[in-house]
């Protein structure tokens, strides 16, 4: 009889707590893909379409990068910045303490990365050449964003489907640079030197090891099998580059995280050729995910070092090279984030870990 | 003309970075009050009605607490089990290290409390008196569970609305005990240690001594006025024992604070009399919300201190009373928490806290 016992498990990374409680979830049956609906009019004004780039602020970038007048169709990835920005280009950065209270201006970017032309289809539903396109995209941007110093953190991430956030049906992905380093990455910045200063290395190259080395089983005081921890389980795919993998702490159903297998401290790093097998790698890991799950709502952000020519002071951790492991983390909205996960900053997971990484092995993709 | 740049600010507990963002927010119409779908089935099947008593776990505790057998109707209000607990009561506690990960049983305590036999009303909408016996249920559990010194936290919550997570419609809270002190908590705790051991005292008194006397204005080179602090403007109401507001760095529109206007480290520590103040204080708040949105979705946490009973250990945050102020938290869900959200930590709020305590200023309820 499986054992439905709650479990409490601790990201050695970021230190958060997770309940693993697998008493609700079942396999599911791959259900039909759900399409969002869009009313004729949204279709039709789409400012992400060739023939509507006026309708978007001027164009930062795009590929092909040449031969080709700015703002015109004849695009295959364009960028551009967010017409409702959470951050603007000002003139000065001012710190400011009012009070008790500290606050500045929000300097920073905030760009649009259209996928392609095409407004009905999904990242990973693209061939692996525009998708390799789509990840030079971000290549180029991040890379062009970082050599501003007052831009501390440059943050690739996605939305997919309205439950995720995403307002426009076109594929795209956004950008954000701003003048702090994110809580999201202290955190793990922190702890990851912590570890590597312990003599440990690099606790993402240590976690990649687990996952082709460690078994283990605990046993109840009956010599029942309390909980298996076979870590390979938890393997999603792998190819000549890249590992996708769930968590040991997953916060939801279906959590996956891709890792580089050798170490790299930013996505900048990543050569041409790795970036193919990135796309590859994107394109297996979100198409599993699509038929298993029936095109669910998801959100992906890519985390590296801070900007490495923000100038270094000591004790800052915005110089750490050996210690950070850059990845990209999945997290697909079959759960909702609710008052126990507000209020306690722990989160609930109803899927075991093993499990999710088995039903995702067993998905087949072209 | 109004300034819309974007502004970032730090809320001074939690250390947490806000970007302040109105460019898009405008005042929201009235609308009418949304009523969620059941269909007469689930509603038929409610576990929570009068006469459904034996559908859930056998009950923890009721009011009135005499003159009633158990598991029968007659109640004011029930506390039952969750039938799909977070956590169970195990008889034994362990913490086991395998390889690099650590995790524990999932020892703890998951209660519902069914706030009242109406299956068609809103917490808001009950009278005063039933009000204050929610509240007074709430305070009894939280009381009981603290006996259990292996409970280091107890956490009260209410997730309202299907978007916020509630899965049965009649009205109900929870309460979640676990044997670590979440990190939702940590932070709170040492930052406000922290800020006592300065010699500034509480930081939540002195918030609230913030929105009484505070006052200023921080002016753009040219002389225009870049952004107005006027604390008292994010008042959101008052009453004899509580103070409600927006605070200055509101992680989302709406976002409502709700603190005992004297010190006190707990829940627990409030009379009968300050919970019908409280009571009172969250029928005013939390009509002012559905009359303003509509009948919003929202889930609201209650912050207290860790458990007292806990054995004090050296530098232990366990045993913190004069430094920390209990609160609770309401968080409306407007707004969608997607990627950049999740991949920095850093919340954008489209609705300047100013003009969100206007709003429900403004909104009149009986």
Known sequence: MPDFSPELRKDP???????????????????????????????????????????TPSEIFALPNNGRSINTSGWITRVVPNKFPAFGIYPEISLR???????????????????????????????????????????????????????????IFKNHGKAAGASLAHPHAQIIATTIIPDALKVKLINARSHFENGEGCIWC?????????????????????????????????????????????????????????????????????????????????????????????????????????????????TIREDFHWHIEILVRTTIWAGFEQGSGIYINPLNPNDAARYLLETAVE
Not at 30 to 53: D, I, L, N, T
Not at 122 to 128: K, P, S
Request: hydrophobic residues 35%; charged residues 25%; proline residues 7%.
């Open 13 to 55: 990374i970021t230190g958060r707590w997770v309940i693993i409680s697998s008493a609700r979830a079942q396999r599911p049956e791959a259900p039909e893909p759900r399409r969002e609906e869009e009313s004729p009019e949204a279709r039709a004004r789409c400012p992400f379409c060739y023939g509507h780039e006026e309708m």
């Open 206 to 318: 240590r976690q990649i090891e687990h996952l082709f080395y460690y078994e283990n089983r605990i046993y109840n005081p009956d010599g029942s099998v309390l909980v298996e921890v076979r870590q390979r389980d938890r393997m999603v795919a792998e190819n000549a580059k890249f590992i996708a993998y769930i968590p040991f702490a997953a916060r939801m159903p279906y959590e996956i995280h891709i890792l580089p297998k050798s170490h790299q401290y930013s996505f900048i790093q990543t050569t041409e050729e790795e970036r193919g097998e990135l796309a590859q790698m994107l394109k297996v890991v979100l198409s599993k995910l699509y038929v298993l799950l029936g095109n669910p709502p998801y959100n992906f952000y890519v985390h590296s070092a801070p900007n490495l020519n923000v100038r270094p002071r000591t004790g800052d951790y915005t």
């Open 97 to 155: 303490r009012v009070g008790m209270y500290q606050m500045a201006t929000g300097y920073g970017a905030h760009e649009v990365v259209i996928e392609s032309p095409e407004h009905e289809t999904y990242l990973e539903h693209n061939g692996l050449d525009q998708i390799s396109r789509i990840v030079d995209t971000w290549w180029e941007r991040n890379v062009d964003l970082e050599r501003d110093p007052r831009l501390k953190y440059v943050l």
